[in-house]
């Protein structure tokens, strides 16, 4: 059972930054993908950003050029380095774990831009 520990979040005025870490612990598998959703009130979760295994990182259209997804040399550790924030970017952030099994998401961290 793969374990996520989100922090990071909080408040910050638009144009600021923010940066989310998400460890994962008990992971057996070594393919994988590790990335970040966010729901916003009354909306659906959505992808904010996403890392594979050994491939590119992919982005939501509504943060290229914003963001930017790292990971530990352990590859048990994601990052989300988020820049010139905007209040449309208020949502909780999950940070999400995928194997060839199954999903894991952590417990969430909020997120809020003010304008």
């Known amino acids: 059972q793969v374990q996520l520990v989100e922090s990071g979040g909080g408040s910050v005025e638009a144009g600021g930054s923010l940066r989310l870490s998400c460890r994962a612990s008990?992971?057996?598998?070594?393919?994988?993908?590790m990335g970040w959703y966010r729901q916003a009130p009354g909306q659906e979760r959505e992808l904010v950003a996403t890392?594979?295994?050994?491939?590119?990182?992919n982005y939501s259209d509504s943060v290229k050029g914003r963001f930017s997804i790292s990971r530990n040399k352990a590859a048990d550790t994601v990052y989300l380095q988020m820049n010139s924030l905007r209040p449309e970017d208020t949502a909780v952030y999950y940070c999400?774990?995928?194997?060839?099994?199954?999903?894991?998401w952590g417990q969430g961290t909020q997120v809020t831009v003010s304008s």
């Open positions: 008990n992971i057996r598998l070594t393919a994988f993908t």
């Open positions: 999400y774990h995928k194997n060839r099994v199954r999903d894991y």
């Open positions: 890392l594979a295994t050994a491939s590119s990182p």
